[in-house]
């Protein structure tokens, strides 16, 4: 995995331990109403949740991977990171991608993540890419803990969700009370 704004390769592994990690996939010229703008709304919702929850500050990771990394290199990912530094240590933002199509095509099958540019009439691939919405929560150990599709993805129950996995590694007293 390449981060925004460095040519140095990363594990992906790197990205998904030692704190629970919400993970998803997008790419920056998505235009389909029922994609994208999904992710970025669940994941901004999700951010202002442990931005306004002291309990989570510091123990939550957000991780976006482009689907498109002919498009969104490193640099151009840094654009998106920029607005996102003053919460970095409230809750890291990584916008991710990859060295080729190749590369993203082996990590969305280890997902079971279906991806594809779309293809005209005459067989002629598209700068558009057809892709499930789906979000991945991940516990500290980096195992993938819970699956959340498109718009049934509730930022509120991923945060359950969070707070749970932060209970059971111990990150969270048992009785916590929900720290807003």
């Known amino acids: 995995m390449l981060e925004h704004s460095r040519w140095r390769p990363y594990g992906l592994s790197h990205f998904t331990s030692g704190k629970v990690t919400l993970l998803s996939f997008f790419y920056s010229t998505c235009r389909d109403p029922q994609g994208c703008p999904v992710v970025w709304s669940t994941f901004e919702s999700v951010h202002a949740d442990v931005q306004n929850d002291k309990e989570l500050h510091g123990k939550v990771r957000l991780v976006l991977i482009s689907l498109d ?5 490193p640099e151009q990912l840094e654009i998106f ?11 890291p933002w990584h ?17 079971g993540q279906a991806a594809g540019r779309d293809v005209d009439a005459n067989g002629n691939l598209q700068l558009t890419i057809s892709h499930q919405v789906k979000f991945y929560l991940f516990d500290h150990s980096s195992w993938v803990r819970e699956i959340y599709s ?6 509120e129950v991923i945060e359950n969700d969070i707070r749970t996995l932060l209970m059971e590694s111990g990150k969270l007293p048992k009785t916590s009370s929900n720290g807003k």
């Open 69 to 73: 990394p002919r498009v969104d290199t």
């Open 150 to 155: 498109g718009n049934f993805a509730d930022p």
């Open 81 to 91: 990171s920029i607005g996102r530094r003053a919460t970095q240590q409230i809750a």
């Open 95 to 111: 916008f991710l991608t990859t060295w080729s199509d190749g590369y993203i095509g082996q990590i969305l099958d280890d997902f």
